[in-house]
């Protein structure tokens, strides 16, 4: 039980991180419409330009974080203007293939600048507390604080200022918000940024806890993203931390018991579960409903 | 006064030519509908006017300035609004947010002030501003849109078929509403399916087909012009 209880705790930790980018996953997607697979590689970009401070300079963790948040924040308007911005509305599909191009196109960069398999990241903290029976590692504690944290900033950013609420206005319905005057091209391009902030973070906290970094991580972060996003349902805020904490608590439980070997087997098995059985997945979207009744109604 | 002067408007999705040459002229202080079938082009009109698509030709001049192919955040603030089709009221932001999302472009700082002017129009929903606007009824929804089509103080506001779906008793709300509008100084361009109606209230019509003006006049003048009759108002069917 012990055991049991350790492996949640570690997991809902780890989860937080995946929360994160599930929430901004979900960010893109609630504005668009549109799935941005090269969310990950932009978040990766930023984290390669932390470390490039690091092992060039040296940079203090401030620094590195700085650098990562602003890298992961220039490689997402970048994509959303090259995939988003340029393909038309409607376009969903065209939008989805140019972002995994643009996916390869941001992993082949850094891979000639990098050519190494992995990079040092500098830790965030090393230290251990003892709960009782638990044990609790540092650089899960601060990444769990600063996840909760970056989590109550978004949701008063969305939900008490004028921008939040265009962002939640254009979300629901972009053709509406036009008509009210909002400049939906403007939120969009915030939301991305936004998005990248909160990526650019996760990122800086995985990172520092691994203690290093690969090209790799893009395809790492989009995944996790993406399960997370459809485990809670894809749109939902609460569904996005809802389902980040789940497959954190997954993947620590199938660790221990299963093996390390097994955390990714059963992490896809629980999302297969969830597609074919409840597809909406755990906050299944209210809204697509409610529009569906809606146009039925007129 | 002329407040709003349309010039040869063309608007085209894709291959499809919607509008086709299409000039009109709203007095300030004037209700102005247009009439036509499913596909005439009046929503377009609207569209094109109120910047959420772009014309592909023509001018459209408001208060003697040129808006033609300005998108629509830049359009709204000077003091147009539109209430589309279908009311498009945002279900799951609350009615208060509904609101101040209509009053967007207005400054900060006197969105509760706005709120409560509109809301003196407005009884029924004052009571209900927490509760999220999935929980209105059709005819509250169609309140509501209005509502917030009037949250950025407009001086030139667009309905578009506010009376469809609605019952005969909330639709004759809406036709009262617009009528006070029109008292406080609110000059309007009003699409409806009940063409009797909109005449009864209007002081001008156009009569678009396929894009095209076929007919205009003043309202008395039309309704008792026999292509109007036969094709509208339904007393002889072809």
Request: aromatic content about 8%; overall charge neutral; hydrophobic content about 50%.
């Amino acid at each position: 039980m012990v055991d049991f209880i350790q492996n949640t705790l570690d997991g809902i930790f780890i989860g937080s991180s995946y929360a994160l980018l599930a929430i901004g996953f979900t960010l893109i997607f609630g504005v668009m419409r549109r799935l941005n697979l090269s969310y990950g590689p932009s978040i990766m970009l930023g984290v390669f330009a932390g470390t490039l401070l690091y092992i060039q300079l040296n940079a203090g963790l401030l620094v590195v974080g700085l650098a990562t948040v602003v890298g992961a924040v220039l490689a997402g308007l970048y994509v959303e203007r090259i995939c988003f911005w340029a393909v038309r509305r409607g376009a969903a599909l065209a939008s989805m293939v140019s972002s995994f191009a643009i996916w390869m196109q941001l992993e082949e960069a850094v891979t000639i600048v990098f050519p190494d398999r992995t990079y040092p990241f500098p830790p965030l903290a090393d230290f251990t507390l003892k709960l009782g029976p638990f044990w609790v590692r540092g650089e899960h504690l601060i990444m769990f604080i600063c996840a909760s944290l970056l989590t109550i900033l978004l949701h008063l950013l969305l939900y008490r200022t004028r921008f939040g609420l265009a962002i939640r206005a254009v979300s629901e319905n972009p053709t509406a918000a036009k008509f009210m005057g909002i400049n939906t091209g403007l939120v969009v391009m915030f939301a991305f940024a936004l998005a990248s902030v909160i990526g650019g973070v996760a990122g800086y906290l995985i990172a520092s806890t691994d203690q290093q970094v690969t090209p790799l991580f893009g395809l790492w972060a989009t995944f996790k993203g993406l399960i997370a996003m459809t485990l809670g349902g894809m749109g939902s805020i609460p569904g996005a931390i809802a389902g980040g904490l789940l497959l954190g608590v997954i993947e620590a439980q199938s660790v221990w018991y299963l093996g390390t070997e097994y955390r990714d087997l059963v992490a896809y098995a629980v999302l297969f579960a969830f597609l074919v059985f409840r597809p909406g997945g755990l906050f299944a979207q209210k809204s697509a409903m409610q529009s569906r009744l809606a146009a039925r109604r007129v | 006064m002329t407040m709003l002067e349309v010039r040869n408007l063309h608007v085209t999705y894709g291959k499809v030519r919607a509008v086709r040459g299409i000039c009109l002229d709203v007095a300030e202080g004037q209700i102005v509908t247009l009439i036509g079938a499913n596909g005439a082009g009046k929503s377009s009109v609207m569209h094109a006017i109120c910047g959420v698509i772009k014309p592909q030709a023509g001018q459209i001049t408001f208060n003697g300035r040129d808006i033609s192919g300005l998108p629509s955040h830049r359009i709204v603030p000077q003091g147009i609004a539109q209430v589309p089709e279908g009311r498009m009221i945002f279900e799951d932001l609350t009615i208060r947010e509904n609101l101040l999302v209509g009053g967007y472009v207005r400054s900060r700082g006197t969105d509760d002030e706005r709120i409560d002017e509109v809301l003196e129009l407005f009884p029924v929903l004052r009571p209900r501003l927490v509760e999220p606007a999935a929980n209105l009824s059709g005819g509250q929804q169609q309140m509501l849109a209005i509502a917030r089509g009037l949250m950025s103080n407009p001086a030139f506001l667009m309905l578009d078929e506010p009376s469809l779906g609605l019952s005969p008793k909330a639709a004759e709300e809406v036709f009262d509403l617009i009528g006070k509008l029109r008292a406080s100084g609110v000059t309007i361009l009003l699409v409806e399916q009940n063409v009797r109606q909109a005449l009864a209230i209007a002081s001008r019509g156009y009569v678009l087909e396929s894009g095209q003006v076929i007919l205009q006049g003043g309202s008395t003048e039309l309704l008792s012009d026999e292509r109007l009759i036969n094709a509208y108002l339904g007393i002889r069917r072809h």
